[in-house]
């Protein structure tokens, strides 16, 4: 992607990329915020904040605010892994991660449409280097060369940034591959940037099906008229919509809030899919919200709203074990590791940290 300037004549969403803010120093206009400290996090690790989810911020550390502003926390906690579940080498080819037998992880996109300060792979994203052709056509080969491989999940970065044609290419060289029985795209585009989603977009993708969305939501702030729209427009398109949302404290460690979204997200036809206990990454630990609050939250949910909307509350096993469902993976507790067995039956150690 190339860097964007104001362009009347471009599409809307990529105005609104152009649009938003990638500096402390643009934020301290509206916001009370630290411009120099937070300046070197953000050269540590990158912000971005389109228009519409800056909209959403109505405090500095409130739970928008708190996702996308850069925090001086993020450059604490030195002891932890900057790729915990060892994605790197887990990946045959740069940026295609081969952990489970049946499904393949491709990180076809660098940049996103906003950077949440919570990622799992801050190590990486927003570089300025684009994925290359070449390593995307490395994928593919890996891909068409291994007929265990049954789906494909577009990662990132956030795929839907790629403009439609360079999207559209790979995906339809992953169709063409005859094992490959379903495609997957993650993102967090519909309530970040949710002009993104056009008619024509969703008709493109609606074209490979069966094609799934998973989309990032994590308050019900998020939820606005814009990304409802966005998710009608796929919705109807037949794309099967389901979230991913991660556990983080100070914008959803709260049982009401959680129940808000939740069903709010079945309201705009988004199957809950994921709760997602919070990776041990570097530069995150600050949202740690502990696994038995994540486990009390979910014994809150059944019963009290209906069960199409609650998620599977999961943690993804540092070292690389793939995600297990919480508690029932759990077989012990060690001093201040919790021992989790994954599909496999090995066990894996995820650090309290509380
Ligand atoms: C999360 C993840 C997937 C997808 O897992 P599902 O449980 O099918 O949603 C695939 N590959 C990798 C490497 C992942 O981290
Ligand atoms: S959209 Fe996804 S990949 Fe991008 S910063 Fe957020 S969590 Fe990370």
């Given at each position: 992607?190339?860097?964007?300037?104001?362009?009347t004549?471009?599409?809307?969403?990529?105005?609104?990329?152009?649009?938003?803010?990638?500096a402390?120093?643009?934020?301290?206009?509206?916001l009370?915020?630290?411009?120099?400290?937070?300046?070197?996090?953000?050269?540590?690790?990158?912000m971005?904040?389109?228009p519409?989810?800056?909209?959403?911020?109505?405090e500095?550390?409130?739970?928008?605010?708190k996702?996308?502003?850069?925090?001086?926390?993020?450059?604490?906690?030195?002891?932890?892994?900057?790729?915990?579940?060892?994605?790197?080498?887990?990946?045959?080819?740069?940026?295609?991660?081969?952990?489970y037998?049946?499904?393949?992880?491709?990180?076809?996109e660098?940049?996103c449409?906003?950077?949440?300060?919570?990622?799992?792979?801050?190590?990486?994203?927003?570089?300025?280097?684009?994925?290359?052709t070449?390593?995307?056509?490395?994928?593919?080969?890996?891909i068409?060369?291994?007929?265990?491989?049954?789906?494909?999940?577009l990662?990132?970065?956030d795929?839907?940034?790629m403009?439609?044609?360079?999207?559209m290419?790979?995906?339809?060289?992953?169709?063409?591959?005859?094992?490959?029985?379903?495609?997957?795209i993650?993102?967090?585009v519909?309530?970040?940037?949710?002009?993104?989603?056009?008619q024509?977009?969703?008709?493109?993708?609606?074209?490979?099906?069966?094609?799934?969305?998973?989309?990032?939501?994590?308050?019900?702030?998020?939820?606005?008229?814009?990304?409802?729209?966005?998710?009608?427009?796929?919705?109807?398109?037949g794309?099967?919509?389901g979230?991913?949302?991660?556990?983080?404290?100070?914008?959803?460690?709260?049982g009401?809030v959680?129940r808000?979204?939740?069903?709010?997200l079945?309201r705009?036809?988004v199957?809950?899919?994921?709760?997602?206990?919070?990776?041990?990454?570097?530069?995150?630990?600050?949202?740690?919200?502990?696994?038995?609050?994540?486990?009390?939250f979910?014994?809150?949910?059944?019963?009290?709203?209906?069960?199409?909307?609650?998620?599977?509350?999961?943690?993804?096993?540092?070292?690389?074990?793939?995600?297990?469902?919480?508690?029932?993976?759990?077989?012990?507790?060690?001093?201040?590791?919790?021992?989790i067995?994954?599909?496999?039956?090995?066990?894996?150690?995820?650090?309290?940290?509380?």
């Amino acid at each position: 992607m190339t860097l964007l300037m104001f362009d009347t004549s471009a599409p809307p969403w990529r105005q609104a990329m152009a649009a938003s803010i990638t500096a402390p120093d643009d934020l301290s206009q509206t916001l009370p915020v630290d411009v120099q400290g937070l300046t070197r996090v953000a050269q540590a690790y990158p912000m971005r904040i389109t228009p519409h989810f800056l909209a959403l911020i109505r405090e500095h550390d409130g739970p928008i605010g708190k996702q996308v502003i850069p925090h001086p926390d993020e450059l604490s906690g030195q002891s932890l892994l900057p790729d915990p579940l060892c994605e790197e080498s887990q990946s045959p080819v740069p940026g295609l991660i081969h952990r489970y037998p049946h499904h393949a992880l491709f990180q076809v996109e660098n940049q996103c449409a906003v950077y949440c300060r919570h990622c799992l792979r801050k190590r990486k994203v927003g570089g300025m280097k684009a994925v290359s052709t070449d390593l995307i056509e490395q994928g593919i080969e890996y891909i068409k060369a291994r007929p265990e491989i049954r789906e494909v999940v577009l990662s990132g970065g956030d795929p839907l940034v790629m403009e439609d044609s360079r999207l559209m290419l790979i995906l339809e060289k992953l169709r063409a591959i005859n094992h490959v029985k379903t495609l997957r795209i993650h993102t967090r585009v519909p309530g970040a940037l949710p002009q993104r989603i056009t008619q024509d977009l969703a008709k493109s993708l609606a074209s490979l099906h069966p094609l799934y969305m998973n989309i990032q939501f994590n308050h019900p702030l998020e939820i606005t008229s814009e990304s409802e729209e966005a998710c009608r427009i796929l919705a109807d398109r037949g794309i099967p919509l389901g979230c991913q949302t991660v556990l983080l404290k100070g914008v959803n460690d709260d049982g009401k809030v959680l129940r808000q979204l939740l069903e709010e997200l079945l309201r705009i036809r988004v199957r809950p899919y994921y709760l997602h206990q919070l990776d041990r990454v570097r530069g995150a630990a600050h949202f740690h919200v502990p696994i038995s609050q994540g486990v009390a939250f979910m014994q809150g949910l059944r019963g009290r709203i209906p069960g199409t909307a609650i998620p599977n509350y999961v943690v993804d096993l540092p070292g690389g074990g793939g995600k297990a469902p919480l508690p029932e993976s759990i077989v012990g507790h060690e001093g201040n590791t919790v021992l989790i067995r994954n599909f496999e039956g090995k066990v894996f150690r995820y650090e309290k940290g509380d």
